[in-house]
């Protein structure tokens, strides 16, 4: 799937959980999210983008989530 696209279909996760007033509930809602309901490969390659220039595209929460659940998110081998 194309970067890009997984980017912005995090950063629309990401918008919907901003609003939430607890911004460690926010991050793990996310992570949650992503971990449920993301294809293991879509997982990964958001993953491999987090540590690229790309990762300025995303959303502060998706960067935030994605580094500090990066075990919980990594697809088992």
Same mark, same amino acid.
């Given at each position: 799937m !194309?970067g #890009?696209?997984?980017?912005? /279909? *995090? #950063?629309r +996760?990401?918008?919907?959980?901003d609003?939430?007033?607890?911004?460690?509930?926010?991050l !793990?809602?996310v992570?949650? %999210?992503? %971990?449920?309901f993301?294809d293991?490969? /879509?997982?990964?390659? +958001?993953?491999a983008?987090?540590?690229?220039? !790309? *990762?300025r595209? /995303? %959303?502060s929460?998706?960067r935030?989530?994605?580094?500090? %659940?990066? *075990?919980?998110?990594?697809? *088992?081998?």
């Amino acid at each position: 799937m !194309d970067g #890009n696209n997984l980017v912005r /279909m *995090a #950063n629309r +996760i990401a918008d919907f959980f901003d609003s939430l007033p607890d911004r460690e509930e926010a991050l !793990d809602q996310v992570a949650t %999210h992503l %971990h449920k309901f993301w294809d293991p490969r /879509m997982r990964s390659q +958001i993953l491999a983008l987090v540590d690229t220039p !790309d *990762a300025r595209a /995303m %959303h502060s929460l998706v960067r935030e989530a994605l580094t500090r %659940h990066r *075990a919980r998110l990594t697809p *088992a081998a």
